[in-house]
């Protein structure tokens, strides 16, 4: 009868963590990216460019970015953090106490539908098309306007995806790509997200920012805009095209603003299962250095090419050539400015 009683409370027992055990997900992935750059210039200090956080190192073997993620999911339940170093780390997150967290947020299915998700903590940015991990990027290095617009926030994200073609974000954050808030008696910043696609080759994408952000000493309203179509035209043609328009109050005397602005233009050719190129052109406008800080006024054209070659579907050698030319004297070469920069890239990166 003990035996019997037993054997019966191991059954449940099992049956009922087998169940538990069946509703929780975890699931390992990551991403790890070596480079080596060479800039014509030659810059002598440590990074290349101070307007660029990836590749930023010349002459050198180096790490862009290790990446490790654990996402879990229970029940209407998940979440994500992910580990992170390289150069592209130091040069990021130089002002954060918090430097080698990529991720750390929990998210939470509102219904049973799951079209309303609340996610809270350090997010990846709802702002641009490409990402710190290259792997899906068009291009290997990244645009000037992607490389000046955050790559994360800290804050709350609900979402709204009343279909596979509508998806509606609102954001309260604390600020343009930070984790810690340097003051803390100034409200959050807000941000939205509107996706429209309309096809699974299509992708419409028009995000928003407002919060008060420094400009020199002064503390103040910076308003930014964010849009991009991203079209895949057939198996050998992707494009995408994009343009950022900000805003930024620079006197709260005289509501005095002024404004940035960038487009950029880029296409994909697949030659082959095996091979990529992709043609980049851009221009970045900052006449009074609000986003990109240089000696004169940061008005630059950008000209890149690509070749990519893809060992297999995790596992991608890319190698970029890239030319940016300026009005003003605002690239270092030995001890002089000059208007204009030229590097090579390469790449090696694998992930799982």
């Known amino acids: 009868m003990k035996k019997s009683l037993l054997f019966t ?3 449940f027992f099992n049956l009922f963590f087998a169940q538990e055990k069946s509703d929780f997900k975890i699931n390992f992935s990551g991403f790890l990216e070596t480079y080596y750059a060479f800039d014509l210039n030659q810059p002598t200090t440590e990074t290349k460019l101070p307007f660029m956080y990836n590749y930023n190192r010349h002459n050198e073997f180096n790490v862009n970015i290790g990446l490790l993620r654990a996402k879990v999911e229970y029940e209407n339940a998940y979440a994500n953090i992910a580990l992170h170093s390289g150069t592209y780390v130091d040069d990021n997150y130089a002002n954060e106490k918090i430097k080698y967290l990529n991720e750390a947020f929990v998210g939470l299915y509102l219904d049973q539908a799951k079209k309303n998700t609340i996610e809270v903590g350090i997010l990846p940015s709802y702002i641009g098309f490409e990402s710190a991990t290259t792997a899906t990027n068009l291009t290997l290095t990244r645009s000037i306007l992607a490389e000046n617009s955050p790559y994360f926030m ?3 994200k609900y979402n709204y995806k009343p279909n596979a073609k509508w998806s509606f974000s609102g954001l309260v954050t604390n600020g343009w790509q930070r984790i810690n808030r340097p003051e803390k008696d100034v409200i959050p910043a807000f941000g939205t997200q509107i996706i429209y696609k309309s096809s699974d080759n299509s992708t419409l994408n028009w995000s928003t920012f407002a919060g008060k952000e420094y400009y020199g000493t002064e503390l103040a309203m910076r308003y930014f805009s964010n849009a991009y179509w991203d079209y895949k035209w057939n198996s050998k043609w992707r494009t995408i095209v994009g343009f950022d328009y900000g805003l930024q109050d620079v006197s709260s005397r005289n ?9 950029v233009a880029i296409a994909q050719y697949s030659l082959s299962s095996k091979w990529q190129t992709a043609f980049r052109v851009e221009y970045y406008q900052d006449k009074k250095n609000i986003i990109i800080a240089t000696n004169d006024a940061f008005e630059t054209m950008g000209f890149s090419f690509n070749a990519d070659y893809l060992f297999d579907s995790k596992v991608k050698w890319r190698t970029e050539a890239r030319y ?7 690239f270092v070469k030995e001890d002089d400015l000059i208007n204009s920069n030229f590097f090579l890239t390469t790449s090696l990166s694998f992930e799982f």
Do not use: I
């Not at 509501?255 to 960038?262: G, I, N, V």
């Open 255 to 263: 509501q005095k603003h002024e404004s940035w602005l960038s487009p």
């Open 154 to 156: 800290t804050g709350v």
């Open 9 to 11: 409370t191991l059954f």
């Open 324 to 330: 940016l030319d300026s009005k003003e004297k605002v």
